[in-house]
């Protein structure tokens, strides 16, 4: 059975930069190759931010909703408050047959504030 994920290239999303401790939303529509908006309702929807140098180590994780194809991230500042450096992120969907699909990745270099000295 093919789904609509099935033939995604996930190395797909530009760079994100911002200063540690911003509020930031990262905003994901999800369409198919015909640009129809994926109904993603049903599906759970998961945001991995993961350590660049090492792709085992899950620095936050948000469990997503989504309507009509678009789906959003809420960074809030506590989220990022103590880190900085460069980071991958990663949107995962796991459909009702049981299968994951990494639909999208791409990386966040997140600046540290002045006056913080914690370097990751």
Request: aromatic share 14%; charged share 15%.
């Amino acid at each position: 059975m093919t789904s609509t994920f099935s033939n995604i290239t996930i190395n797909n999303l530009p760079e994100v930069i911002f200063i540690a401790g911003s509020y930031k939303e990262l905003a994901f529509y999800l369409n198919t190759e015909e640009g129809v908006p994926i109904d993603v309702t049903y599906f759970d929807i998961e945001w991995n931010l993961r350590s660049f140098s090492d792709k085992n180590h899950v620095v936050i994780t948000k469990k997503l909703t989504g309507n009509n194809g678009y789906c959003v991230v809420y960074l809030y500042s506590a989220d990022t408050e103590n880190i900085s450096g460069k980071y991958t992120q990663t949107l995962k969907i796991s459909v009702m047959d049981g299968y994951v699909y990494n639909i999208a990745q791409g990386t966040i270099n997140i600046i540290a504030k002045i006056g913080v000295n914690n370097y990751e």
